[in-house]
């Protein structure tokens, strides 16, 4: 067993007995050393996190087999070269790869285990998936703040006796951020009332408390059971901190009522505060009935089971029943159920839907692939800068994981095999000090995300191509044999052919060609650190020099090469012609041809599998442009309109004025354009991906090893359409009158009450859409939403029986349902104030530490067009407000008085609102704790929670738990006097 932490140290022992400890073994290399003792108590838990490795279910992120896929497993390769035999042809890590199986869990943390028997390895992946599914089904009936306890619990309760007396209880406060004054008086009051309550109740119930585990040899009758915990941590909140949730009950259903009607609950709240005015008396009723089967924080399961219905399944006379109470009120308001960002979109039900309408559709990815964002990664074998920092196969897997289906890959001439001197092509940042990984081994590692996960949608490889025609054979090999089947090959096109769609190429893998950069372009886009010319050239030399580097040639028609065939080997022979940079057996593989930009005019005219690769410099030099006349642009237009490519794009020659802005977004409809960062971005920092997805470009590349402002953003964008990677691009991105293929509409039964339900609620990986039940591996994308679509299935089927005709009425409620899914497509303004926190983790989320001074900061990201209607000069705008700081509280902190804030959302089919938490530090730069970002056109108005997420784009551990309560308003902008 091998572990890695984020640092690259492994740590510890995986021990039974790790409850209990109180002597570490202190072993080395050479062996055992000793014993060092752990005093009881604080010190006890501190060391046994330091030395003892246990994973709890909740930090489970995934897994992963056979693929030396983490940074520990490449640097045990590494060594093993190193002091290995030459002769052999591989390190003793890649010898034993298939019995590898790989952990991860929170903070992008991995436990690497080796396994030798094939049935002992396929038995932990099964006990681990059944584990992540039941965890995960079982969660969605507990509240936040039970789940955090239960968490923890087994942390603080270090002898195991199931009680928690006060030095643990300090310590849990520590933990979940609350700071409490006068807790020790709290305590002990609360211990003596559970006392008296036990001895007024009659012999057999103080019985029944003293009835506890003995520890070294007397009865712990001075501690509390997890419920009494609870139930103490809810007095503790209610009267130092108040409940927002009160304060909203009061407001809405007045202070007199202690219960609410269904009815009530209702038109009173979901209609006139939630806008969900589809939402029908029979919706309401099941909502009551789900968060009755919910774990409550306010009284013991005992007492639950007294009180409420005991299974989610309830007779039509219990469902007219039900009333809210507010602890099931307050469970709701932080719950996913009640999430800013529409769930209907998150559940991928706008997945092939037509542009123009927004009723939605489970649908699968049917349109062309141009006309879909695609979440992709620029350079993704680093792991730090672009000048010095390694390159690790681990981020090909990390960026997967994150739900990215671009990965780049800088491919170099490398050394060559010493056991049969084959070529062996290298990936690194060429011409920089950054460490070299082999291209085989980054095929490896894709070809075990593809058995897991043989449904997903296409991967992309988009190849920085700079070896020489010989390497570029070994290239053509490692792709084939290594990706076999997976690997598309396209068929010969046509200037008249859509590209495919993506359900076309499920579980394939696409080559995107690019040549070697233009110096040109290198100069411009990545900076003089990495120019090949002379600093002391003449600009006619360079210019020269440009223009030669500047030819590009057809690679299906290559000038001047005919390959000659021997049975070993394939050489070339040149005539005076130039030889192409591209292997005609490479170029075949290809389905996007990388050509130079010059202008759309032009590009609007070539193939749909050519494509551009624009520099976040020159984006904003090509949205700054004007276009060429009008009487050329109907020209342009004419001829494109009289392809099968587009239609009805006629009526912009006259209707509209053209920019670069609106050409671009043409040229996107039927072409791919990537964009990436800057050279001068050495640190590896973003640039704001918003101008590049206003204009319809589909792979706007970032660094994903880098999570700042960008990254977030984009993993707010790409967490609809449960995170497979595509978003069909809305309406106004797509040129106006775009044919979209026709879709199948099919109403399914399952989705229809809780869309929000069916929703994986913790999005603790990527998951692929189309994977089914528990097939993956390589990233653990096990959802609970599998397992609850069939526990829904049961549900409705018994619900409908009692209906009679129930499938009329559930094809119905589903067009309801799809009819209010939020589109917002026109401006708006948007107003909005951050009410309440829950759960809130420490920085990176760390179990010892200060408690948190808690604040949030709420930036909406736009594109303004000057002029409207697409005719004017593009830029990105952003507002940003902050909420006050809330001084030792992360586990309930409300933040009072604060007014609404008013953002004015330009394009929201573009825009993102970001929720960034933060912590106050005195003297220092404020550690960012969880990030959420939301397009504002899947924005649900009323009070609403927003699910935060780690760095790492997770809420596994801590994470998982977090929330915040906002209040959203929408109104429609108001007009220009």
């Known amino acids: 067993v091998d572990s890695e932490r984020n640092d690259g140290t492994g740590g510890g022992i995986w021990s039974n007995h790790a409850n209990k400890i109180t002597h570490v073994p202190l072993i080395s290399r050479k062996g055992f050393r000793g014993y060092f003792f752990i005093r009881p108590g604080k010190q006890q838990v501190s060391i046994r996190d330091k030395y003892v490795r246990y994973i709890d279910v909740a930090d489970l992120a995934g897994f992963q087999v056979g693929v030396v896929g983490t940074t520990r497993l490449e640097n045990a390769r590494k060594r093993g070269q190193k002091r290995g035999d030459k002769k052999k042809k591989d390190a003793k890590v890649d010898r034993h790869a298939e019995r590898i199986v790989t952990i991860y869990h929170r903070d992008n943390q991995t436990l690497d285990v080796l396994v030798a028997k094939p049935n002992d390895r396929q038995a932990l992946v099964e006990c681990l998936r059944q584990m992540r599914a039941t965890y995960h089904m079982s969660k969605i009936w507990v509240s936040n703040e039970a789940l955090l306890l239960r968490y923890i619990w087994y942390d603080i309760d270090v002898d195991r006796d199931g009680g928690i007396g006060w030095r643990e209880f300090q310590i849990l406060l520590a933990r979940i951020n609350f700071s409490v004054p006068q807790a020790q008086q709290a305590f002990k009051s609360y211990l003596r009332e559970i006392q ?297 096109l046509h200037a008249g052919q859509l590209l495919p769609s993506p359900e076309q190429l499920i579980g394939k893998v696409v080559i995107k060609g690019k040549r070697p950069p233009d110096e040109e372009e290198e100069e411009e886009d990545r900076g003089d650190y990495r120019s090949g010319k002379s600093l002391g050239s003449t600009a006619s030399e360079n210019k020269k020099q440009s223009s030669r580097d500047n030819d590009e040639e057809d690679p299906y028609e290559p000038n001047g090469t005919v390959p000659i065939t021997s049975s070993s080997t394939t050489t070339y022979a ?129 660094n994903f090893q880098t999570p700042d402002t960008p990254l977030i953003i984009n993993d707010g964008r790409f967490r609809e359409n449960k995170r497979c990677g595509y978003i069909l691009k809305p309406q106004g991105v797509l040129p106006e009158k775009v044919d979209m293929l026709p879709t199948t509409m099919e109403d399914d039964e399952n989705d229809v009450l809780f869309a929000d339900r069916n929703h994986d609620e913790e999005e603790n990986d990527t998951l692929d859409t189309v994977m089914e039940s528990m097939e993956g591996v390589v990233c653990g994308d096990e959802s609970s939403s599998s397992a609850l679509l069939q526990k829904k299935k049961r549900d409705l089927t018994s619900t409908n029986t009692r209906r009679g005709s129930g499938g009329v009425k559930v094809a119905e409620r589903m067009k309801s349902f799809r009819q209010h899914m939020t589109n917002r497509v026109n401006p708006l303004q948007l107003r909005i104030r951050v009410l309440a926190g829950s759960c809130l983790p420490k920085p990176e989320g760390q179990k010892m530490g200060e408690t948190i001074d808690p604040y949030v900061s709420v930036t909406l990201h736009d594109v303004k067009e000057a002029g409207g209607g697409g005719g004017g000069k593009m830029s990105y705008v952003s507002s940003t407000f902050e909420t006050k700081v809330v001084d030792n509280n992360g586990y309930c902190p409300i933040w009072k008085g604060g007014d609404f804030k008013k953002f004015q959302v330009l394009n929201p089919q573009v825009a993102m609102l970001q929720f960034a938490l933060k912590e106050k530090d005195v003297g220092s730069f404020d550690d960012r704790v969880a990030e959420a970002a939301i397009p504002c056109n899947r924005l649900r108005v009323g009070y609403r929670s927003v699910q935060l997420f780690d760095l790492n784009n997770t809420r596994t551990g801590p994470f998982g738990f977090a929330s915040l309560l906002v209040e959203i308003e929408i109104d429609a902008a108001p007009s220009a006097t």
Request: proline content about 4%; hydrophobic content about 35%.
């Open 196 to 492: 008296s309550a036990a001895s007024s109740k009659g012999p057999q119930r103080a019985q029944s408390f003293l009835r506890r585990p003995i520890y070294q040899g007397r009865k712990k009758i001075d501690s509390l059971s997890y419920e009494e915990v609870m139930t103490l941590l809810q007095r503790l909140k209610h009267h130092h901190h108040g409940c927002i949730a009160n304060q909203i009950w009061d407001d809405v259903f007045g202070k007199s009522s202690q219960v609410v009607s269904v009815q009530d609950f209702l038109t009173k709240f979901l209609h006139a505060k939630q806008n969900m005015p589809q939402w029908t008396l029979q919706d309401a009723q099941e909502l009551l009935a789900t968060l009755a089967t919910m774990e409550s924080n306010h009284i013991s399961e005992e007492q639950q089971r007294q009180n409420m219905p005991g299974t989610p399944q309830h007779t039509q006379d219990q469902l007219l029943g039900l009333e809210l109470t507010k602890p099931q009120f307050e469970i709701f308001l932080f719950d996913s159920l009640n999430g800013a960002y529409d769930p209907w979109a998150l559940n991928g039900n706008v997945s092939g839907a037509s542009s123009s309408s927004s009723t939605s559709t489970s649908a699968p990815l049917v349109q062309p692939i141009s006309r879909y964002w695609i979440n992709t990664s620029h350079n993704t074998y680093l792991t730090g800068d672009q000048l010095k920092s390694n390159s690790s196969v681990s981020m090909y897997m990390n960026a997967l994981r994150r739900g990215c289906k671009c990965l780049e890959l800088d491919i170099w001439d490398g050394d060559r095999s010493a056991v049969d001197g084959k070529p062996l092509p290298v990936i690194y940042h060429g011409r920089t000090l950054t460490s070299k990984i082999l291209f085989i081994n980054v095929l490896r590692c894709i070809k075990s995300y593809l058995i897991a996960n043989p449904r997903t949608y296409p991967i992309i490889l988009s190849l920085e191509n700079h070896c020489s025609l010989e390497y570029q054979e070994s290239m053509v090999e490692n792709l084939q044999s290594i990706l076999g089947e997976a690997l598309y090959v396209p068929d010969a």
């Open 574 to 702: 040149t005539s005076n012609k130039k030889q192409p940079k591209i292997l005609p057996a490479l170029a075949r593989l290809t389905l996007f041809h990388g050509t130079k930009y010059k202008n759309f005019e032009i590009s609007l005219r070539e193939p749909t599998s050519h494509m551009h690769s624009i520099g976040e410099t020159k984006i904003h030099k090509i949205l700054g442009k004007q276009s060429t006349s009008t009487s050329s642009r109907s020209k342009l237009v004419d001829s494109t309109s009289a392809s099968s490519l587009t239609s009805g794009n006629s009526t912009h020659a006259s209707s509209t004025i053209y920019n670069n802005g609106n050409l671009w977004r043409q040229y996107n409809a039927n072409h791919m354009t990537r964009t990436y960062p800057k050279g001068a971005r050495v640190d590896s920092s973003n640039y704001n991906p918003m101008l590049a997805w206003a204009v319809g470009a589909q792979l706007v590349a970032l």
